[in-house]
Nanobody, 115 residues
Framework: QVQLVESGGGLVQAGGSLRLSCKSS????????MGWYRQGPGKQRELVAT???????NYADSVKGRFTISRDNTWNTISLQMNSLKPEDTAVYYC?????????WGQGTQVTVSS
């Protein structure tokens, strides 16, 4: 199994930046894909960005050009650099790992963007 722990959330003004990190442990050698999802107030959880074993990335249209996902070579840590934050980015952000077809979620970290 894989365990995930997020960090880096907080309160920031619109236009500001935050960097989220997700540290993984356990059977990280089995991870094929990792990503960030978010769930805003009264909304469904949505994909933010993903990164593959080969470092290929994918982003939601709403964050393209503002957010950057990255990872180290061992899947120990993935990060989400968030720039030009908007109030609509306010959400709980969750780290996700797909390991041998099984999805694992972190506990989430709150990001609040004030206008």
């Amino acid at each position: 199994q894989v365990q995930l722990v997020e960090s880096g959330g907080g309160l920031v003004q619109a236009g500001g930046s935050l960097r989220l990190s997700c540290k993984s442990s356990g059977k990280i050698f089995s991870i094929n894909l990792m990503g960030w999802y978010r769930q805003g107030p009264g909304k469904q959880r949505e994909l933010v960005a993903t990164i593959t074993r080969r470092h290929s990335t994918n982003y939601a249209d709403s964050v393209k050009g503002r957010f950057t996902i990255s990872r180290d070579n061992t899947w120990n840590t993935i990060s989400l650099q968030m720039n030009s934050l908007k109030p609509e980015d306010t959400a709980v952000y969750y780290c996700n790992a797909d390991a041998d077809g099984q999805a694992t979620w972190g506990q989430g970290t709150q990001v609040t963007v004030s206008s």
